[in-house]
């Protein structure tokens, strides 16, 4: 694959797995498509499908899984912990090799487009995507659920961006966008105390002050007896992950806490990981193209 | 690909671009079989060929650009500043993927005895390859050169692992061998004072008594009025580039000196940087399989 996109579609199935399966099928045995991932959830009573693909392969399989997930999914028999408003609930594309954030955007548009005119159903823009600052943060457009749906968009600030001014009967209304790969970075401390890592955990994360792609909360390890500053990345391109490691043990010494580990949550991208190794190693004018791992995925 | 060889065969021809890409040529094409860089050196008179592929495939086509070789190269004419010894000079199989040490030394033998019966050429076996310690190292195999065959092949200890016990008249010897994927990392010192770094190399490097996986050499960077350690890690996953990297820093404050920078010269494994990432964010548990990159290639 030449130009490479990957789709996290959040699907409000994670209890009957022969639904699931049925959604996951459409990415399967497809030229220039591969499913990487998948997994059901039945507290959530949610599945997350991780997909990646040529960017017309995907667009196919996406909006063809989108429509069996309307076709399989009731919302009004749904419940689950997790917030949701749609059968196919939140569909983000993530620029991976060789696509610019602007055609990520482009195909998460065209996918709106589609899906809106297929089934009939609501979307909304949001997050790189959004056609509206109040539009890009995902809680912000989901907030009030499926239930509140009817309401919501009788407002012109929520009329639907695609797509009819009312909801889905079943299927509630989809969240479809493009972002950066988030990168779920952990910073063990040698401390119990969990008000010392939340105090830092304000410190690090951008609305406190600290780095603009850094969203950052406190939490305790019980079972270690010990805290963990937990942060998402959400543009490690700009907030790269040493630069949050270093910031962390910067504020750790205020409190005498050591940083005693880490860890990254599900995948990362490779540059993301090398961007860290090149600034410790101090090296100078690194490419990917060295990688020889880069080289094999021309 | 599922498993994946690297091969790195070095020929004695830098000069006559056509014999070069006619070798080349036996690379190309191929199912299974990536062809990733070659070059040629006048001065040297040689040129090298990156090629990766799975081990069947892979060894079909070196079998077959050894025999390119051996009928386009004359030794016997040939002049260069490289030290050499045949026409295919030497052949380093090199596992990458899903192939342990010892499936790219039987790969190594299995191509020796083929072009040894096909070509009627001798054949030494190196490195992890070697039937005797003597004959592990490249310079050992390699010291007399084309000239000096005929007589080094009367000892015993020089007899050839496979062929004739007499160099071929035009081609001479080849060593076919399995290594580890070298890693060239340098790390520059701010210093003019080349004294300094060659101390350090010296302390850094294996026959020193420093990292078992480290050979390192002082270098002057004339034009930036600097000095370098520069590393040759012959297996990256026993001898960390970070712990090369922590030891030059630690034995240059002795000297005052700082670090002032580094390189990675040519290609490198993912896995080679990803380790030092881990190390320096104190990832806990982590795994390439983690690695976005390490999916796709699945």
């Not at 989809?174 to 988030?182: E, S």
């Not at 543009?235 to 860890?263: L, N, Q, S």
Request: with cysteine; proline share 4%.
């Amino acid at each position: 694959m030449n130009k490479i996109v990957e789709c996290v579609p959040n699907f409000s199935e994670g209890r009957d797995r022969q639904k699931v399966e049925k959604i996951a099928d459409l990415f399967r045995g497809r030229e220039k498509v591969k499913l990487l991932d998948y997994s059901n959830d039945a507290d959530h009573n949610r599945s997350v499908v991780t997909v990646v693909g040529e960017p017309e392969a995907l667009k196919t399989a996406v909006i063809e899984a989108i429509g069996k997930a309307v076709e399989l999914i009731d919302l009004q028999r749904h419940q689950g912990q997790h917030p949701r408003m749609g059968a196919a609930d939140v569909v983000p594309f993530i620029p991976i090799k060789n696509v610019t954030m602007n055609e990520a955007v482009a195909l998460s548009k065209e996918v709106a487009e589609a899906v809106a005119e297929r089934y009939n159903l609501p979307v909304y823009l949001y997050e790189k995507s959004a056609s509206a600052s109040h539009r890009e943060n995902l809680a912000n457009v989901r907030r009030g659920e499926f239930e509140g749906l009817v309401e919501k968009m009788k407002k012109q600030e929520w009329k639907p961006d695609f797509g009819p001014t009312e909801p889905h009967p079943t299927a509630g209304a989809v969240a479809i966008g493009a972002r950066m790969p988030l990168v779920a970075y952990n910073v063990n401390l040698g401390t119990n105390n969990l008000e010392i890592a939340e105090a830092i955990s304000r410190k690090v994360r951008h609305i406190g002050g600290g780095l603009r792609f850094c969203k950052a909360m406190g939490v305790a390890l019980h079972d270690r007896g010990i805290t963990q500053v937990s942060m998402n990345l959400t543009d490690y391109t700009k907030t790269a992950i040493y630069r949050a490691h270093e910031m962390v043990r910067m504020e750790a010494k205020r409190y005498g806490v050591p940083v005693v580990g880490g860890e990254v949550i599900g995948l990362v991208p490779m540059e993301a990981l090398i961007d860290s190794a090149a600034y410790y190693l101090g090296l100078e004018n690194f490419s990917v193209n060295q990688v020889l791992e880069t080289k094999l995925m021309e």
